[in-house]
């Protein structure tokens, strides 16, 4: 029972990650992901969250973001052959198309660190409302360690341009681009 209780902790925050990250799961218009693809994206951080939890509950920090298929592996694990296993288990998903695995062999990060992340990549989120260079709905923004991770579909201007302000937003140590050039 309380394995059960555990796994649907990690599914619901999970979810509610994924909401925190910015933009409507189904932006309509505005989204160029087919709706399919945004529920696989879904589908595809929750099982990986799940996964990993499993067998990686005490001795891992990890975070799974995925857009377009392409999934962003982040956090700290104990070991290389950790980091390995993860990024194994991660594209043992269908239908992962492809993977960036950011993780470090590292201790796990404060909760302290993790709300800081969370603070930079809102407002990173906030400062491109005001582009007219590109839509904010196009970009997925992570933040881990200070590290900001850009993902989505874009042309190579609104790459640069949404670069350019989050690399000049307060607290972005660097600036790491995922992204799925159309171009």
Excluded at 150 to 167: F, P, Q
Aim: charged letters at 20%; aromatic letters at 6%.
């Amino acid at each position: 029972m309380r394995n059960v209780w555990i796994v649907a902790m990690l599914v619901l925050l999970g979810a509610l990650a994924g909401c925190a990250q910015g933009g409507s799961a189904l932006a309509g218009a505005n989204e160029r992901r087919t709706q399919g693809t945004v529920l696989d994206d879904q589908n595809i951080e929750n099982k990986a969250q799940q996964r990993i939890a499993e067998k990686y509950k005490f001795n891992a920090q990890v975070s799974v973001t995925c857009f377009n298929r392409y999934a962003l592996i982040t956090g700290q694990v104990a070991n290389e052959a950790a980091k390995m296993d993860i990024e194994r288990i991660v594209g043992g998903i269908p239908p992962v198309k492809g993977i960036a695995n950011e993780l470090q062999v590292a201790g796990v990060s404060s909760s302290g660190a993790r709300s800081s992340d969370s603070g930079v990549s809102g407002d990173v989120r906030n400062r491109f409302l005001s582009s007219k260079a590109f839509n904010r709905d196009h970009i997925k923004v992570f933040t881990e360690g200070g590290v900001v991770y850009l993902m989505g579909i874009v042309n190579h201007a609104e790459a640069d341009a949404a670069s350019e302000i989050a690399s000049t937003t307060n607290g972005v140590q660097k600036v790491v681009r995922v992204f799925e050039y159309m171009d």
